[in-house]
């Protein structure tokens, strides 16, 4: 069963930037997606990227349009870990900030009903 724990939230500035980390243990899969979602007060949670890779086509990433150009996923396969690199902060995306995965390259993965395993999530605060 695979666990997932996320680390790096915290409070910054608008306009500034924080990492997002999430480390795997116990995976078994040869090919699977990893996603970010977060979810605000009073708000549904809400996708953010999501990374597939599999050792016949390697990685590719995907990106909500509210966050396109700002954030990026990435992945270290070595470590089983994958990032979130999050710049040019606005107060919206003040949210806990939740990693997730599914155990194969999954078509759905801005859906969160597509994952099996999820963080405990990390909280990310932006003040104005």
């Known amino acids: 069963q695979v666990q997932l724990v996320e680390s790096g939230g915290g409070l910054v500035q608008a306009g500034g930037s924080l990492r997002l980390s999430c480390a795997a243990s116990g995976r078994t899969a040869s090919a699977y997606t990893m996603g970010w979602f977060r979810q605000a007060p009073g708000k549904e949670r809400e996708f953010v990227a999501a990374l597939r890779w599999s050792t016949w086509r390697s990685e590719a990433t995907y990106h909500a349009d509210s966050v396109k150009g700002r954030f990026t996923i990435s992945g270290d396969n070595a470590r089983n870990t994958v990032y979130l690199q999050m710049n040019s902060l606005k107060p919206e995306d003040t949210a806990v900030y939740y990693c997730?995965?599914?155990?194969?390259?999954?078509?759905?993965?801005?859906?969160?009903?597509?994952?099996?395993?999820w963080g405990q999530g990390t909280q990310v605060t932006v003040s104005s």
């Open positions: 997730a995965e599914a155990d194969r390259v999954s078509p759905y993965f801005d859906s969160a009903g597509s994952y099996l395993a």
